[in-house]
Each structure stands twice: as C-alpha cells, then as structure tokens.
C-alpha cells in the first residue's frame, strides 16, 4: 500500500498519481515551506489532509487548523514577518472572513514571503455563492496565478513562491473545485535540504509595519510598485501560451475553461487562435493587446465574472486597437462553471459561425429522474434533535439555520433553519428578526465548529442587548461537514496538546443565564428543554449535542469494531403510520411499493437505535445483524 | 497497448458506496497498463447521502477532466437509481452500462412522491440507445462496502473496460490495500 506522506517526503523526482490538493503539499515541501494555516472548506480541505500525512513521518513545516479563516491568515502573516515562507489556504467564502486582514498584506514586506491559496467554486459545488476573488485581489493588489489541472498547479505553486518570497509579497494561487480534485500523474522535482536558519528575524525599525494615516501612501506606492514587477514577469510568463491557426478569430481564455475550450474546438474546421494566460492579475496587457492587434474578433473565455473582459475592453480603448471585443452579456454567461457543455452554448450564443455542434442531448426519453441531494447520514444526532425539536415549535416560529451539517435541516420533512447567509450569522440575523415581533418565536442554530469560528461575537450581541431568541448548538464534536478536522472544542487527544474548550463553560462565562445541555438521541427531554428555553424571556441556549455518527463509525470500522445492531421492523405491530419516514426521515428506511410495508435497509442502518422511540406502535425494535442470524 | 485508444468513463453512486477507491483503482489501472489518464471526483457536501459522480479521461483527450454530458463511452454505477440518471445524461448512443443492483431509496420515492427505478425502465431506455447493459449483484461478500470491489470485478469479467487486463486492476488495488483488506479484494477481483 502507497503511504502519502512518505511520497511528499521522496528526496529525489518523482512521478505519482494524485489529485491538484494533494501534489500542492510536495509543491510547499519543495518550496521550503515553514509554516501551513488552514480553516477547513471545500474545495480545499484534502490540501490539510496530505500536510497531516506528511508530519506522521517527518516535520518540513508547521501546520495547525486555525479558529477561522482570518487567524488563520494572521497566523500564516506573523510567521512570514519573522523570515518563514507561509502558506495560508481555505475556500471561496473564507476570504469573506480573512479580507479584514488580507487586504493590508500587500502594503507591508512580508519578509518571508506568503501564499495565499484560494478554493474558488464555480458553480457552487459546496459553497453558499460562487464568488469571484479575482475581484478582491485587484482591490488588495495581490498577483493571481491560475492553474488548469493539478500539474500546472504544483508548477505554479513554485512559481508564486519564490515570487511571494523574493518580493516579501502576498501571492495568491487560485485554485477551482475540479482542479483540487482533479487527478492524474504528475510529475515532481527534487527536495532540497531543510533550511537551518532559524533566527525570528522581524525588525520594525528596518520597515514600516504601522499602516496608518501618512504612512500608507508610500506603502500603498511600494505595493503598486511590487505589482509592477509581477505585470512583467506575467508578460513573459511559461505559463502563458498560444494556438495559433492563422485565423482573424482569437479567444483569451486562462485555468480550467482553457481546457474545455481545447475539448471543444477539436469540433471546429476552421478553429480560432487562443491565447492561454497563466497570471490573470495583473494581467499581461502587452501580450493581450498584441494579440487583440492581430486579430478582428476577439472572445474572451472565463469562468464568472467578467474581471480578464473589462480589462481587455479599457487597454484596447487606450491603444485605440480597432477590433471586435466579445464576452459576457446574458445573465447565464456570468453563472456556473465553463464546463464543456456551458462553454458549448456560451460560445455558440457568442459565435454560431464557428460551427460547433449543439451538443448531444442524452436521452430525450428519460422521465423526470428522483432527485438525491445530500442528507443527513444514518443515526445523525442531527435527525433526532430537528425531529424533538420540531415538537417544541408551533408553525409560525421563525428558525434561522447556520454553516454546516445541521443546514440540511432546512429539507424536507423537517424544514427547520429556514434563511442562511454565512459563518456564524444566525444569532444576529435572529435578534433582527426578533424586533417589533411580539407573535413569532425566533430559534437560530449554530454548529459547534463555527460557534468558535464566528459564532461568539452574534452570541455577545444577543447576551448584551438581551435578544428574544432560543440558540441551539448542534454539538457533533467535529468540523462534520468538510471532513472531521478537529476544532476548539474538539476532544483533546492524548499526545497532542490541545486544549478542549468547553462551548458551555464559555456560555456561563459569558453570562448567559438559561443553558441546557441534552443528548439528541434523548429526544422527549430535548422536546422539553427547547419547550423550557422558549418560554424564557431574552436570551436561552439548548445545546443539542450527540457525536457526529459518520466519524464513529469509520473510526470504530478502523478498529475492528463492526456494529452487531441494526433496527427492524415488526410487521405484525408496524400500522404503515410511516412517522419513521415522513417525519423522521433515517435514509435506513425503505417502503415497499407494491405493498407500502416499511423495511430497513441492511446497508445503511448502522444499528444506533435513535430511530426507535419515533414509532407511535412501538414497532421498530433493535435486533442482532441478519448476517449473525444465519 | 492501444496508442488510439480514446475511452470515457462516467462512474455514479450514492455519498459512502466508496466511489472514491472505485475510480482510484480504475485510473491506476490504465496508468499501470500504460494509459494515459485524468479523472475528477466530486467531493464535499454529495458526500452525505447525495448523489456521488467521478470522470474519468483515458487517452490523449487534452487536459479536461470532466466528460461532456453524452459523451461517455462507459457508465459504472454503484446503485440502480443513479445507474439510470448516468445512462440519461452521460452515457452515449451505443455504449455501455454496468451496474451494482442495489437500491437506496430516495427521499422522495419514500414518500411516494417519485417513481422507484427498476431494471425494466433501465433496459427499455438502454434497447432504444443502443446500450449494451451488465447488472451485477454478490450475496456473498464479506462486508457491503465490498460492493464497489464486487461491482469492478463483475465489470472486469465481462471486459467492459477497454484497455485493461485483470492483472492490471489488481496492482491497482495493492497500490491501495494492504493486509486483510487487500487479501479479500484480491479475493472478490479473482483474476484466475
């Protein structure tokens, strides 16, 4: 069996099969990366996973999964101030949270230099918006590299280093969903030998590290300066190519559309020129605009927004460049990921003469297909607290729901949490909800991760101004939803040296006067403590806690242990009432069409028993696994 | 090898049927043979209890990992329901389908709001495409995440997968397993 970690170690070149996320840990340990920060997100979260792989063998590099995306980036900063190459990495919506921070890094020397690596996620793979960061980069003045795939990612990565370091700069390399996931082999360089020098070397008399007033003009300048320098090592960039085809047509395209274009014109008779780009800020306007000079018609292909096409459109009115500039107009262009069949239509709606097919529509007969979003797994302690829960509120209650596992609550049959915005939003978009309102009861949620993330400053504001509102913290003792990373009040292991903060503690601390504590798998008592913290007038908490099941059960499976449990059914008690399906909703349930009888399913129960107190008739029991019984 | 060979595979399942070690066997396996060969897993939320795709690229197909929707060549699916959907919208006129016959019912057929796939709606559609289709089924394994193994090596038997011999699937598998679990993969794949 192949050990990740101890391929990210190899001394020597090597080639292996991995996704873009795991070969940009080999990218940092060839870099001489010191110190790696991280809140986890998709697309981003398998980047942690593989630095984690790597220092069960060996140590090249710090690594810690920060409170949230801004300390983790203030972590990554201090370090880099002190001579360490850092790297800072989360998803999309995790600028939202840093930029506070983030957009000062470029008006200071970052002595060790520092990469700022971005999941982005067209098409909202798993994010709550598909946000375009290139925008934020052009306000914090920080280059942007662009991968395709995972090998241009790995190359990039080095590139951005020695920038970031040479420059004492912010470098942003910006990653989307399929090129973190994507795979194939890729092949690596050598390692070189650990730095020795470990001397903090910070010295706030050789620069100026207080950005304020007067003092942010000439740092603004240095920076605009810095950016300079990158804009021409962005003109003469390797990443950079062209596809020539003697044609009056070109299109400027960059990152992974660059790759559904090619897949597209192999389609074309008379295919357009295109100009790949590698560092799409600050862009290489030169190169571009000699290519636009060339050409009549130009396309401009990108995912989102329309940030490389404005551009493009004001160099070309400067030079006064007499040429057709094409891109975004329609609402769809600006929407969703330029995979082939997106780009197919884009371009066709765009460009018609050049012939490309309609795409192949797959089956004209198909009925409409059972949709399967995401759910909550078997024995989730979520389900047994939304079905309680849902007990304690009358119609009218306003729920508010948070990030996380407990989100899916919103879906049927429980439709609990019903508005989402961001991290840790719910306390303070509930305490609005709850003003001039006399008749609705507001309850918000919170998952325990984010409740260290972003969650205590909305909790203070409620506990201050004494909100009218009932918070319940889905205590599932992990980062759930990205993958079971620890967080602040994660269990402390034993050789680790964590501190485990109890959510409850910081609570009391805080002054919040009515909490309560209850496992979700108690669901009458859960019933009643929500029942309780609703009557009480300000500010109550529920904490509705259970372990997050899924991470048992893999962790159990690791250790041998094989549940002997599962639940059944008995027929002769079961009254097809169905409230373990229509409103309690475990996946482990299947009915019978033809004659409607309720079974469970022996692949998916994993014989944790939270669904046997749902059955009115008392016919849901727990019995030994099948498989035992023969 | 087959310099020409130009091969798309669509793989589907449900959020924990281990589509993951599906497709990481399946791209080993044509490196091992020689192939040139991209894929992309989707991870993230459609782990829990969603639907579940991987892509994957054999040959020099440019760097896209993402096959175009009724471009694939081959669908592997993990469960009947999503067997179904890969055939609608990827799969191309004349390829081929191989799936594990399970059911995980979905939410709404639960609630008797949808239509239960069955094997018949899944060759009717398949007999006016064109498409070849193998349904697999084991009663006898070991444990039910062995399902994705079950389902490769019944796909490996019937020689759906162009390109790639048994004996190259199974170097794929000890580049994955070790121990106990490689032994009863080795097992279920029973290259003979």
Known sequence: MKDIGRILLQKKPFSEIMMGNTALVRAMIEAGVEVITTYPGSPTPEIADAARAVLRHENPFYFEYSTNEKVASEVAFGASLNGRLSVVFFKSVGLNVAADSVVQFSLLDLKGGLVIILGDDPGANSSQNEQDNRHFARMAAIPVFEPSDPQQAYEMFLEAAVIASENMMPVILRMTTHVCHAKGRISFGSRPALKQDQTPSFRPEMGEYIPLTSAVASMKKRSMLKLEKVRQLAEISSFNYLIEHKSKKGIITCGLPSLSLSDLLTECANPPDVLVIGIVWPLPMELICDFCARHEEVLIVEELDDFIEKEVKAAAFDRRLSLTITGKFEPDDFIGELHSQNLRRFINSKWPELGLGSGEPASQTVPVLPSRPAQMCPGCGHRSAFYAIKKALKDDDITVADIGCHTLGYMQPYQIGTVLLSMGHSSGTGAGLSLFNEERRVVTFLGDSTFFHAGLPGIINAVRNNHNITLIIMENGTTAMTGHQDHAGSKAGDETGFKQISIRAVLEGLGVKSVSEVDTYNQKKLTASVTEALEHQGFSVVIAKHPCMLKLTRENKRRGIIPERRADIDEELCDRIKECISRFACPSFSIDKETGAVSVNPELCIGDGSCVQVCPVSAIGLGQKERGNE | MNEDLRFNIYMSGVGGQGIGILSEVLIRSYDN?????????????????????????????????????????????????????????????????????????????????????????IKSEADLRDIRVYEIFSDRLPDIRMQNIALLSGAVRENVFTGISCTDVASALRDLFSGAMLEQNLDILNCG
């Open chain 2, 33 to 121: 043979a020689g192939y040139l060969v991209k894929g992309v897993d989707t991870h993230g939320l459609a782990q829990r209890g969603g639907m579940v795709e991987s892509h994957l690229r054999v040959g020099c197909t440019g760097g896209n990992p993402l096959i175009e929707p009724g471009k694939a060549d081959l669908a592997v699916s993990l469960e009947r329901t999503e067997a179904y959907r890969a055939m609608s919208r990827y799969l191309r006129k004349g390829g081929v389908l191989v799936y594990y016959n399970t059911l995980w019912q979905t939410l709404g057929v639960r609630m008797g709001e949808d239509e239960e796939i069955t094997e018949e709606m």
